[in-house]
């Protein structure tokens, strides 16, 4: 499983500085959730949803950013 970034408006996935790809298998390869939302939030990138790559790109699932826990509660 690849974890990857996803632009929402033009479904183009990130593969490196200012490039894109509608290509899922040359994506970036964030490896892991914690990464992917580190790096969108030190980017402060909008628009942008998490994606999951199975068989080498053929298969993606999307999340939209909402549907994960950004950060825990402090009681």
């Known amino acids: 499983m690849k974890t990857l970034l996803r632009r929402i408006p033009s479904g183009l996935y990130f593969e490196g500085p200012d490039r894109w790809t509608r290509d899922a298998g040359r994506a970036f390869n ?8 580190d790096f969108i939030a030190a980017w402060d990138l909008k628009e942008v949803e998490l ?9 993606v699932t999307a999340v939209p950013l909402e549907k994960i826990v950004l950060k ?3 009681d």
């Open 51 to 59: 994606a999951f790559s199975f068989n080498g790109g053929s298969d």
């Open 72 to 74: 825990y509660s402090e």
């Open 30 to 37: 964030f490896k892991s959730i914690d990464r992917a939302l």
